[in-house]
Structures are given as C-alpha cells and as structure tokens.
C-alpha cells in the first residue's frame, strides 16, 4: 500500500508539474522602461519653449502718410492723431543667458527700434535694451531686467549633418508661440543676404514672417540656429528656411557684451574658392578650401609664412569649405586673438598660427561718384575690395555686391582705394569694372 500510494503521490506531481503554466516573465522595474523607452519630443518642447520669447518693435521712423495728412483742418476735420502712426512689426527672440537676461535675434526685427517689448511664454512682458546690433550677420543682441528666466544651451552647429532632425520655434504672422518640425536640408548656404556674412543652416521645418529671430534646435533641445530668412514667392513657407549657425551668432554675440558692435579683423591676404580643376593644377587632394590668390606685405599672412597658391583647408582644426567661409571665420574672430591655419603647399601639409589685426581704414561713399553711393570699399592684397553696401542704394542697384574684386576702371588697372576713386573721376559717362566675384572675373557696366 505504502508503495503504490507513492507511486501515485509520484505521477500525480509530474501531472501537476506539466499541467502548471510556466511562470509570467518578473515585471521590468519602472526606471528601466523609462530608460528603454524614446523620449517624446513634447518632452524636450516642455523645457526648451519657454526660453523663446516674442517681440514686439516700435520703429522710430514713422510710417508713411498721404501729405493730406499733414493739413490742420483736414487732421481735425477726420478727427486724425497729431503725429503719424509709428510703424509696428513682430518677430522673435531667444533667451541664451538667464542671469544676464540676454536675447538674441535678428538685426532686421530690431532694426531702427524706437522701443522693444519682450513677452515671454509665461505672458509676462518688460522692456528690452538693444545691447548691439550686426547687419552683416543679420544678429542682435537685447537685454531685460528679469528673474526665473529659462536659458537655451547651445549646441554645436559646426556638428551638424544634412537629414538631422530639428525644431523652428517662433511667433509667426504674430499668432503666438507655434512650433514646427524638419530636418537639415542644406549646410553651409550663400547667396541668400548678399551684403553679409553667410553660412546658413537650411531646413524644411516651417519658417514663416514672424519666425525671424526665433529659434533652431536639436531633437534633444539644444540651440543650433536664429531663425533668419525663408524663401517666400507667395509669401508664404514653402520648405525652405534658413538660420544662422549658433556657432556664428555665439562669436557676433561676444563681440556685441564687448564692444556693444562686431570689430572685423583681417589677416592680409586675398583668396578664392577651391574647384576640382584648381585642385588638380596644384596636385592636392582636397575638395574643399581656399586658394590664395595674394599676400600683402607685413601683414599676418606675409609674417606667418603664406604665399600665393597655397590652400588654406582649415581655421582652428575646423574645415572650410571656401573662401567665404574662410572669411566668416577671419572676419568673425575678435581682434587680437590668435587663430591656427592649415594649409597645403605643393605636397606638404602645414600649420601656422597667426593674429588677427584690425581691417584698415574704409573709403567711404562720400568720396565716390553718386552712381556708387552706399558702397564701402577697403585696399586688400593690391587690390580694392567691396566691403559693403547699403541696401537699396545707388551701388547696389547697380550690380555691385559685398566682397567684389575690382582690378580695374575702364580697362585702367587700380590697386587702391586712392586709385579707384581718381580712376572713377576721370570715368566720363560709363564706368565699365573688371571685377572677380567667388572666383569669376566679371565685367559689370554702370550708366
């Protein structure tokens, strides 16, 4: 009996063992889900929004009227204000220092400020100081006096690849916060603001009017980019925008707490971008760079070493893709400072650290001819360079752009300032330049 009751006590236990489910997987603890799981992007937004603060600018120049306006009797008559309504625009801004209240946006959503309102995300609202302003980046630095403030982080733009996500944050058409998502289209963009300083981030996130100044950031909310411009035929986003790299407004920021304006310097020498049938000419391997065409004499350039024909491949062990970048990072680094270039010379890869002086003194319109009013031009490496020009004059609705190379006034070869001006004068009727731009000689004619 013992036995067999064994024997059954036995097989009942194995059936019980086979009948019996195996036991349910332990739960995974809570943090390791949450560790495991993609953070939403409203996460991120939750943290980065309120950093993006609307703006509001009244101009100091008046908006233009009918002359009836100016009547007494007819003001009184329709009941009209004793002064012109001042012009009022909308755009955008970002908070970058919490402690010190600092703003950056766009020169063009400041530009000529009577007064600048800020309104944060929470609906409060203060006045805005304009700490300085640069046209050639299209960057302005504002200040408020403010506690509990929320600062963005800045990323590095200089890291950024084509198809990288990215979110535009901004006020447009004066509707309120609003956020967009894209990516990166395109890097390192020209051609969109002739007269400055380029290297644009482009992306397909919607940027609208309104949007100026806002901000570009990273998927895990870091701020790449300002918000600047957007290609519009029908006034409208069309999926493409541009921003400026934060690496860039970051060097003009600087600069603005410094000096309260952009102080540009040079290292002496002219260039041009490198092609691939440059590059096979001078036996290099490199598809990108800048090729010098020329070395003043005693300049940084001359003493560390440059001569004509090398090409310079990278600015602070950061690669250049031409000779606009190479200016941007030239042009941007503060006055004094030290930069370390690398270039190619036949076979051999050099290095040579040189300092950055400040640009020489600039001719000014008032010493040219009224068919160039606007223009700035400055003696560069035997030649005259276009420094800048003021938009919507006289020099640039003649053709003439930022950055041309002109060599020559009516076939007459100048080298200066003194000799572009003395050539201009004795120019007659037509003025026909022999100029470079990006490279290309060109031949611009002026009536």
């Known amino acids: 009996m013992t036995t067999r009751s064994s024997k059954s006590v036995g097989v009942f236990a194995a059936l019980v063992l086979i009948l019996v489910p195996a036991p349910l ?26 950093a993006v603060v609307n703006i509001a600018v009244r101009s100091r120049t008046p908006t233009e009227t009918n002359p009836l306006y100016n009547d007494p009797f007819f003001r009184r008559y329709f009941n009209l204000p004793e002064q012109p309504q001042q012009r009022l625009s909308a755009g955008s801004g970002v908070i970058v220092d919490a402690d010190k209240g600092y703003i950056l946006t766009n020169h063009h959503v400041v530009a000529d400020a009577g007064e600048i309102a800020v ?4 609906r409060r609202r203060f006045t805005a100081e304009l700490v300085g302003s640069d046209e050639a980046t299209d960057i302005a630095l504002l200040k408020i006096d403010a506690d509990k403030l929320t600062a963005l982080s800045f990323g590095d733009s200089g890291a950024l690849r084509v198809g990288d996500s990215v979110v535009a944050i901004g006020n447009p058409f004066g509707l309120g916060q ?49 918000n600047t411009a957007i290609i519009a035929p029908t006034g409208g986003n069309v999926g493409i925008g541009f921003a400026v790299p934060i690496a860039m407004a970051s060097a003009v920021m600087g600069q603005l707490v410094e000096h309260g304006e952009v102080r540009r310097g040079r290292i002496g020498i002219s260039a041009q971008d490198l092609t691939p049938d440059l590059a096979e000419a001078l036996s290099i391997e490199e598809i990108s760079g800048a090729v010098v065409g020329s070395v003043e004499q005693n300049s940084p350039a001359a003493q560390g070493g440059l001569q004509a024909g090398d090409v310079i491949t990278a600015v602070n062990n950061r690669k250049i893709t031409g000779s606009a970048d190479l200016r941007n990072r030239v042009g941007l680094a503060p006055i004094g400072s030290e930069i370390e270039i690398e270039y190619r010379r036949d076979r051999d890869r050099k290095t040579v650290t040189m300092r950055i002086e400040p640009e020489e003194a600039i001719a000014k319109s008032d010493a040219m001819p009224a068919r160039l009013e606007g223009a700035e031009f400055q003696d560069a490496a035997g030649n005259v360079v276009v420094s800048s020009i ?40 037509t003025i026909a330049l ?12 002026i009536r």
Do not use: M
């Open 25 to 50: 997987p332990a739960a995974q603890p809570q943090a390791a889900i949450s560790a495991s799981t993609p953070r939403s992007l409203a996460d991120v937004l939750e943290e980065v929004t309120p």
């Open 119 to 122: 309104t944060l995300k929470d």
């Open 178 to 226: 609003t956020v967009t998502s894209g990516i990166v289209s395109a890097l390192g963009r020209g051609g969109i603001n002739v007269e400055g300083y380029e290297d644009f981030i482009q992306t397909d996130a919607s940027i609208n009017p309104g949007n100026s100044g806002g901000a570009l950031v990273t998927a895990d909310g870091l701020l790449v980019g300002i």
């Open 390 to 429: 003021k938009d919507g004059s006289a020099a640039a609705r003649s053709g003439l752009r930022t950055g041309d190379v002109i060599v020559a006034v009516n076939r007459r070869p100048i080298a200066t300032v003194a000799e572009l001006a003395a050539a201009l004068k004795h120019a007659g009727g």
């Open 434 to 445: 022999d100029l470079f731009r990006g490279g290309a000689k060109l031949f611009l004619v």
